[in-house]
């Protein structure tokens, strides 16, 4: 088989395992609906359970929705970050937008202790909090960007990033501290990450960002396969390593701000999908790599809500316990496999 016609079977066989995995998400609760019940809903014919129906369409297809945006946002600038950094444990909140999304809700939420009045109500808001968020990510990224400008060297980006990161860390700190016990459970919720408290309106925002991002991927792709042989081999083919960095960290930002902003903090997708990919497709080009790790993030975040939702039990786990226990022995068993390999 050629290699093109394997890419084509392994991307249809993803989109495939994809699809049912997204049904098979959206059967599983609390509650368990049959798949029937679920097409027939989805498909606006009539269901026999009013309940079932309300269920699915304003609970669990906008869950599955927004599973497969965050998975496959997360896994994308995850891929941007280690390329652009050439460094395999780069991820998507290296930069600190993902502090700045945390301190912005940190202010909102923890700070309603210290300020009072409007920001107690504001803080229980979730459109209140996604804006909080977005702000934070914007005021973290504005910052960066302008520094970018001025410094010449990748690797300063990386640690600036990190020292936001810790910057942010420090002030959250200090809002905790003097924050009443409410306030300090309700961030600690937020910090969980969570897919399953979005209406229709706030995916159709998330949504529309997101495809924003999703666009401006794609002019980058030729800079991202230059970028894997080093800046200086880069420069030689003609690229404006400014600007296209530039590009690519904007890119990473936006779909990394608004995911948060809209789910909270997700650890482990950005950073292990990519490697995963990689392991399974076997090629370094972004052409290949992008719609894969976008696939393969999504598939892996709606397993991974499968597992967090607990089925037939009220009680559902953070998402980012699951990411992260899961993940990351399933990734270091995969690196281990490789270098066995070679």
């Keep these: 088989m050629k290699q093109k ?3 084509k079977f392994s991307f249809f066989t993803l989109i495939i395992i994809l699809i049912f995995i997204f049904f098979f998400n959206i059967s599983l609760g609390s509650v368990s609906i049959p798949l029937k019940e679920i097409f027939a809903s989805i498909f606006g014919y009539s269901s026999s359970n009013e309940s079932w129906h309300y269920i699915i369409v304003n609970f669990r297809v906008p869950k599955g929705i927004t599973a497969v945006l965050a998975g496959s946002g997360l ?7 280690q390329t652009l950094f050439r ?9 600190g937008i993902s502090s700045g999304a945390s301190l912005g809700v940190a202010v909102l939420i923890l700070g309603a202790s210290i300020l009072g009045g409007s920001f107690i109500l504001l803080g229980h808001n979730q459109i209140a909090i996604a804006i909080a968020a977005s702000l934070g990510s914007f005021m973290v990224l504005a910052f960066v960007m302008l520094l970018a400008k001025r410094v010449k060297n990748t690797m300063a980006i990386l640690i600036i990033g990190l020292m936001f990161g810790s910057f942010t860390a420090a002030i959250i700190s200090i809002l905790a501290y003097f924050s009443s ?5 309700q961030y600690l919720f937020w ?4 897919l399953g408290n979005l209406s229709w309106n706030e995916i159709l925002i998330f949504f529309i960002i997101y495809t924003i991002g999703i666009i401006l991927v794609i002019p980058n792709i030729k800079s991202l396969n230059s970028l894997l042989l080093g800046e200086n081999y880069a420069k030689s083919m003609g690229m404006n390593l400014q600007k296209s960095r530039n590009s690519i960290l904007l890119t990473t930002s936006i779909l990394t701000g608004v995911i948060t902003a ?8 950005g950073l292990a999908v990519p490697h995963i990919t990689k392991l399974v497709f076997n090629t370094s080009n972004h052409k290949i790599l992008i719609p894969a790790v976008a696939i393969f993030g999504a598939i892996i975040m709606l397993i991974s809500d499968t597992i967090a939702q607990l089925p037939n039990s009220e009680y559902v786990l953070p998402i980012n316990a699951i990411t992260s226990l899961f993940g990351a022995p399933v990734v270091i068993w995969l690196l281990m496999r490789k270098q066995k390999l070679s």
Excluded: C
């Design 5 to 7: 016609d394997s890419y």
């Design 75 to 81: 896994s994308i600038s995850g891929l941007l970050m």
């Design 87 to 95: 460094n395999p444990l780069a991820g998507p909140f290296v930069l």
């Design 181 to 185: 016990a409410e306030n300090l459970q």
């Design 191 to 194: 910090s969980f990450g969570s």
């Design 262 to 269: 809209f789910s909270g903090p997700i650890a482990f997708i």
